[in-house]
């Protein structure tokens, strides 16, 4: 897991490595979120105690726990792009524009960033897009874990103020119980209007 960054490290002599990944890019209703994650140079020697792994491999309280390590390990950035961007550009820029963002919050800037494939960055930045990267890359799979926390608390507000969608159980997916509440109570704000089957619904 830590064979890119040992790479980087030690023939490229970046020193501090952004891994970057996203949650949020299929689901029907809700932002996408994007984390930027450093590992602090005395962290690098230790794994986290937690396990650390591609989030959708983890339980909800694996992901918990890690989340509270990775925060107190790592320098954080996060970026979000709602749903009124997704809707006016697309999901392509909205991941671009929440990485981008994601990056420009870190505190520690980064001298090389990692990104899951599907992520593009318009920052200077050197980066490199690795394909399944939550699996290969340490910093993307502790991104991927922030990310995933992060927009699952987000829906779990939005679940408050729209109780009849079930957010805090779906987290926005396109899951049978989330297909019933559409039908019955139809999009909510929140609701992707540029994604079929919404932007079906519309059309009717």
């Avoid at 005395?42 to 509270?68: G, M, W």
């Avoid at 990267?133 to 408050?160: L, N, P, Q, T």
Wanted: with cysteine; hydrophobic share 45%.
């Amino acid at each position: 897991m830590f064979l890119w960054e040992k790479n980087l490290l030690r023939k490229k002599k970046f020193e501090f490595i952004a891994g970057l990944d996203e949650a949020g890019r299929g689901p029907l209703a809700g932002p996408l979120v994007v984390a930027a994650v450093i590992l602090k140079p005395e962290q690098r020697k230790i794994y986290l105690s937690h396990k650390i792994a591609d989030s959708k491999l983890l339980t909800p309280k694996q992901r918990a726990e890690a989340f509270k390590e990775i925060i107190k390990s790592a320098w954080i950035g996060i970026g979000i792009a709602e749903v009124g961007l997704i809707d006016n550009t697309n999901i392509f820029y909205a991941t671009q524009f929440a990485a981008d963002s994601a990056l420009i919050n870190l505190r520690k800037k980064p001298d090389y960033v990692l990104t899951d494939a599907g992520i593009q960055i318009s920052s200077n930045y050197p980066y490199t897009c690795i394909i399944k990267g939550e699996s290969k890359s340490f910093s993307i799979a502790c991104a991927s874990i922030v990310a995933k926390v992060i927009r699952d608390r987000i829906m779990e507000v939005y679940d408050f103020f729209f109780p009849h969608y079930a957010f805090k159980l779906h987290k926005g997916y396109g899951t049978q119980l989330h297909f019933n509440l559409l039908k019955k109570h139809g999009p909510s704000p929140l609701h992707r209007q540029s994604f079929a089957p919404i932007r079906d619904w519309f059309k009717r």
